[in-house]
């Protein structure tokens, strides 16, 4: 049986009437940039996460840079984050100017380690970016403490966890800005690329949505130099139908999880996902660990077998090319290291069937043997 990674074909089917519908209106209109559809979404994210602001942003990327511009982070400024994420996070930091900090990861959670902030602080950080990989956030009372504690700002890249709980509160409500991707492959994806910032502090919001537009405010005249970051009406329309069904999906994935738990425990070589007890993740990627070095044979296996995988991430940000310049070497962060040398996302959509899941695991268990 053949499982793809991910399969939005399903999804699609089930709301195809309603989409087409709003997006039929918005081609009647010809209004396609910002607009009552953006600031709709807009509401719906910020009742959603219960933030008192949201801003539509073009992509996650995008909601990262204007977080850090909101913050006026730029040239001299210093932000720590993992290097076991997707590019973007730190990558953001590097386009404002400002340089990345590492730290390590918490092996466990697969998220930043707080125990490792303090000891790279240094005069110039002015904000911690923890990630909440895979849809489980990053240990976000430790890190607020220290961001208290040492006067910092903290930036979320909840770009994989949208829908998902800490403490019992929703995703959005842990930083003084929070950014959510719409990317398709998220929990909730757009027909293209697209993202948001959502904020309780007024100030940071309205900043956010000045620099948007070329810093422009009214139109035409720029208080800031900021870039254009806008969501567009056919994204956000879709989003706002795709919204009122993230809570059914996020289930759906959880109790996939909880199928593969419960089949692939015990297995010698593999090690399933844990969620911190504080956490309800909404696993936007079930990775699991394949130890003993296997992990490449074992996914080209599964390949064979028609079983769709990914790895996120295969080389972790500090050994990237493009970040020579921090003077990193393989050895600085072996927990991300080892993560990038052994994880490996299988399909998890909501709409998997048993049977499915079933297959995913034989064809684990077979690829092992
Ligand atoms: C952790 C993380 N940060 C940032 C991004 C960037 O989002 P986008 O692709 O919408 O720019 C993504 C998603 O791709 C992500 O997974």
Redesign the pocket.
Known sequence: MKVPLLDLKYQYATMRDEIRSVLDEICDDQAFILGPHVKALEDDIAAYCGTGHAIGAS??????ILALMALEIGHGHEVVTTPF?????AG?IARVGAKPVFVDIDPVTFNIDPNGIEAVLTSNTKAVMP???FGQLAEMDAIQEIARHRKLRVIQ????SLGAKHHGKTSGRFADLT?F???P??NMGAFG???MVVTDDAALAERCRILRVHGAKPKYFHHFIGGNFRLDALQAAVLRVKLRHLDKWSDGRRRNAAQYDALLAGLSDVITPSVAEYNESCF?QYTIRITGGRRDAVRKNLQEMGIGTEV?YPLPLHLQKCFAYLGHKEGDFPESERAAKEVLSIPIYPELTDAQIDAVCAAIKKSLE
């Open positions: 992509s996650g990327t995008d909601a990262l994420t997707f590019f973007g996070t953001s990630v909440d990989l890249d909840s770009a994989q950014t991707s719409f990317y492959t998220k690329d697209a993202g936007n996120y």
